[in-house]
């Protein structure tokens, strides 16, 4: 089974940046679905971007405009480049990976999460 990693969490103030990574222990050519979810304390489990195989994108709109989800195929990696942050932002973000058989049935892994804290 795949494994998922994420790194590129930590403290940053409000308007800043952040660049997350998960990198991934096969390729990530063999996974359907790789995007970001984030848990804020208290709160449940959101959806924050996605990207497909073949390059497909989506993002919720509390971060549209300021949150780019990319993948580099070479590395094994996907990225959430997180940019004008704010204090909602803060959460756990996790990474996660939709695995074939198919785009309704699959094999869904999470990572462990990097935390992400925005504070002034």
């Known amino acids: 089974q795949v494994q998922l990693m994420e790194s590129g969490g930590g403290l940053v103030q409000p308007g800043g940046s952040l660049r997350l990574s998960c990198a991934a222990s096969e390729s990530i050519l063999s996974i359907n679905s790789m995007g970001w979810y984030r848990q804020a304390p208290g709160k449940e489990r959101e959806s924050v971007a996605g990207?497909?195989?073949?390059?497909?994108?989506n993002y919720a709109d509390s971060v549209k405009g300021r949150f780019t989800i990319s993948k580099d195929n070479a590395k094994n990696t996907v990225y959430l480049q997180m940019n004008s942050l704010k204090t909602e932002d803060t959460a756990v973000y996790y990474c996660?990976?939709?695995?074939?058989?198919?785009?309704?049935?699959?094999?869904?892994?999470w990572g462990q999460g990097t935390r992400v804290t925005v504070s002034p």
């Open positions: 990207i497909t195989r073949g390059g497909t994108t």
């Open positions: 996660d990976a939709r695995i074939p058989p198919g785009w309704t049935k699959y094999t869904e892994v």
